[in-house]
């Protein structure tokens, strides 16, 4: 059975992490010649709808478009020069709860592989706020290859040092 990659899903947050990923995103695409699509998720913003009758200036879905604005456009520039690099590269925007959206797109595109940085949160963070690359992992239903940045060191629990 021969494995090919022709199209390769790199969710971002173009975060530290995100970037790092990217860089084996972009490895793998030259090696193989697919093409990277660059996914950002938008999350939908929580906000106590008993504050929006005091602030008579707060606009709920105007500052959503806002924010969904600027992330168009910081992704449209990163893939405009990533593109200088790696013609097959192509972006797309969300909304929605990262980790369904990550799969959602996976699945629409035809993603043969996933890359994606790791946050590395540990302890009460992790269970709190869950980890979005292990639920794409568990869920995913193409391959997924988590990267995490080398300068993260894991720290064993009640030890100062790795």
């Known amino acids: ?29 030259a090696m193989t010649k697919a093409e990277v699509e660059l996914l950002r998720v938008v999350e939908p913003i929580a ?20 924010i969904e604005a600027a992330m168009k456009k910081e992704l449209d520039e990163r893939v405009a020069v990533l593109k200088e690099e790696l013609p097959n590269v192509t972006g797309r925007l969300t909304t929605g709860n990262p980790f369904l959206e990550i799969i959602q797109a996976a699945k629409d595109g035809g993603a043969d592989l996933i890359v994606m940085g790791t946050h590395g949160r540990t302890g009460l963070a992790h269970v709190l706020m869950g980890s979005v690359a292990e639920k794409v ?18 720290v064993m629990p009640g030890t100062d040092k790795g």
């Open 137 to 154: 992992v568990r869920k995913a239903t193409c391959p997924v290859l988590t990267v995490k940045h080398p300068e993260h060191e894991f």
């Open 47 to 66: 906000y106590p709808q008993a504050y929006e009758p005091y602030d008579t200036q707060f606009n709920a879905a105007e500052l959503a478009m806002e």
């Open 1 to 29: 059975m021969d494995i090919e990659i022709k199209k390769i899903l790199c969710p971002t947050d173009f975060s530290e992490n995100a970037e790092f990923a990217l860089k084996y995103a972009l490895t793998l695409a």
